[in-house]
């Protein structure tokens, strides 16, 4: 969480949030609930997808329009293959708030704090800049609202896309939630959040707060977490054990997936939960190049592979895969139709924090997982 050093300031904004329309209704976030309990059963195949980090300096509708049009190209791929309806959700309307695992950043002998997201602080290397200003979580609302709107309007009477992010910077998500006639609390800052691999502390305040809202709730399950963890989390997130509720991503990497996820799914599958597993084939399998974070389309590959031969072993459906993609064609990711050698990365390196898929990679990465049912 971040330190704020006005608190007055602070407290002001979150009553202006709290007073503020909802992005997306409580009704739309119990729609996706219904829609990932088909994910859950096997009926549907989750595609999750989009930026690492949203920017205040996005062109929205542009954006919106091409990303929309990134998941139909990658659904008529996928729906044919997996022989399933897809369902979208992308990482947008809220994907603002990095967690990092350094605080700070230091260029030569300049130290600041890091960037940690649009929402938090600015990514130009100042301390001005890099100064947590409360007042960007209502720049990060208004922008939420119009990605939201902007989404419904490119989707027309088609499939929606819904929306979903990390649920992590508390002031905001907290000011946004909002209780419906029955009484139940909805986060209404995007259908989906979820559980970050940094804050799945079970006594913390992350887990706390995702524990007492309706929507979708995503956890990211990664190297080092053992199955009591995992059912422990799952328990306290949802004690019902409600399909379509709790989503489970494996973000292993292609170097650690085959050692550690067997297990997991085996104590899940013997606890009889619920919940949908999908994989993150992008989290566990980045590197650093010159500095510079890199991701490899072959890793990504191995690491899908590896999650279906699992899944299938352990009878668990394969229900998605969560993407970081871009529509734009940036050259962050190596292989496939992109860039092979590390010095052609400078072509169009453009993210504000992980490397992303370019749309002929992202397709290309469809058609492999189509080939995997
Ligand atoms: C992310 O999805 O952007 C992210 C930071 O993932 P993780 O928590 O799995 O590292
Ligand atoms: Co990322």
Known sequence: ???????????AVEEQLAAAAPVVTPAGCARL???MAKVAKGEAYLLQGG????SFNDAVADRVARLSGLFDAMDGVLSDGLGLPILHVARIGG????PRSAAT????????????????????FSGEERRADPQRMLRAHLQSVGTVATLKAARGGRDPVYTSHEGLLLPYEEALTRQDEDGRWWATSGHMLWLGYRTNDLDGAHVD????????????VGPGMDA???LALAERLDPRNR?????????????????????????????????AWSVDPMHGNTETIEGRKVRRVDAIERDIAAFFAIARAQGVHASGVHLEMSPDDVTECLGGSGPTDPSDLDRAYRTACDPRLNPGQATALASFIAGLA
């Open 243 to 275: 399909a379509g509720k709790l989503l489970l991503i494996a973000r292993f990497g292609a170097k650690r997936i085959e050692a550690e996820l067997p297990a997991l799914m085996q104590a899940t599958q013997a606890a009889g939960l619920n919940a």
């Open 1 to 11: 969480m971040p330190h704020y050093d006005d608190p007055a300031l602070l407290l």
């Open 209 to 220: 707060y995702l524990s007492g809202i309706e929507n979708v709730v995503g956890v990211k």
């Open 95 to 98: 994907q603002f708030a990095k």
């Open 105 to 124: 950043e230091a260029r030569g002998p300049v130290e600041l704090p890091a960037y940690r997201g649009d929402i938090i602080n600015g990514i130009g």
């Open 51 to 54: 930026d690492c980090a949203e």
């Open 228 to 230: 009591d963890q995992v």
């Open 33 to 35: 609930r219904e829609e």
